[in-house]
């Protein structure tokens, strides 16, 4: 079955780049999620890259994607306190009239002042 | 920037309660989800509907309902709650593959 696997914690200093990985298994995926969650929260979508893409970019945000290794990350760059928070990756497959998304287990960010 | 809505955001609530947690939106959306999220951070999908009339059971099996009569409106109900519900609730809608999330609702069963 499909699987997506995150880190569960990275810490770095503020004003520095954050990149928070993930890998997943199924190449037949359409669409790459990256949400961020904030204590008490919901989940707000950050971005997403189509499967045929390598690369977006969207001001501090850059995702990139190795579809070869089935590999996706996320770069914050200038990474503020406020980035705080659980970053998750999902993956998509629009076949077979399936809509659901397969979340990673999320990667706890903290940012040091 | 979706608007999606979920009530109560915090409930605190007896052994043997019946409740009903409520979720709306007003995108027009017709794919809605049920996702609960356990304190370790994981997500688990436990219900989801296409359309009006239409629901399913999602991966994660639980001992709430939810019904769809309206495109905008997906309750999730527990007839008798007990601790073991104690969890966040998130509500999410979609017209296709990407999801929208509503802010949540922190349930406690004492």
């Known amino acids: 079955g499909e699987d997506v696997e995150q880190s569960l914690f990275l810490s770095v200093r503020e004003g520095d780049s954050s990149v928070i990985n993930c890998t997943y298994t199924?190449?037949?995926?359409?669409?790459l999620y990256w949400y961020k969650q904030e204590p008490g929260a919901g989940l707000q979508l950050l971005t997403y890259?189509?499967?045929?893409?390598d690369m977006k970019q969207d001001q501090r945000l850059t995702v990139l994607l190795n579809k070869k290794d089935k590999h996706l990350s996320l770069r914050i760059a200038d990474t503020q306190t406020g980035d705080s928070a659980i970053y998750f990756c999902?993956?998509?497959?629009?076949?077979?009239?399936?809509?659901?998304?397969?979340f990673g287990k999320g990667t706890k960010l903290s940012v040091i002042p | 920037e979706a608007d999606i809505y979920q009530t109560p955001r915090y409930l605190v609530i007896g052994t043997g309660k019946k409740i009903t947690l409520e979720c709306s939106q007003t995108?027009?959306?017709?794919?809605m989800y049920w996702y609960q999220q356990d304190p370790g951070m994981e997500l688990h999908l436990i219900h989801y509907s296409y359309g009006v009339n239409s629901t399913e059971k999602g991966d994660l099996s639980s001992e709430s309902t939810v019904s769809r009569i309206r495109t905008e409106h997906f309750p999730l109900t527990l007839e008798s709650a007990r601790p073991s519900h104690t969890s966040q609730y998130l509500c999410a809608s979609s017209i296709r593959d990407t999801q929208y999330f509503g802010p949540g609702t922190r349930l406690t069963v004492l």
């Open positions: 995108m027009g959306h017709d794919k």
């Open positions: 890259i189509f499967s045929n893409m």
């Open positions: 199924d190449s037949s995926s359409t669409y």
């Open positions: 999902a993956e998509s497959f629009s076949g077979a009239g399936s809509y659901q998304l397969t």
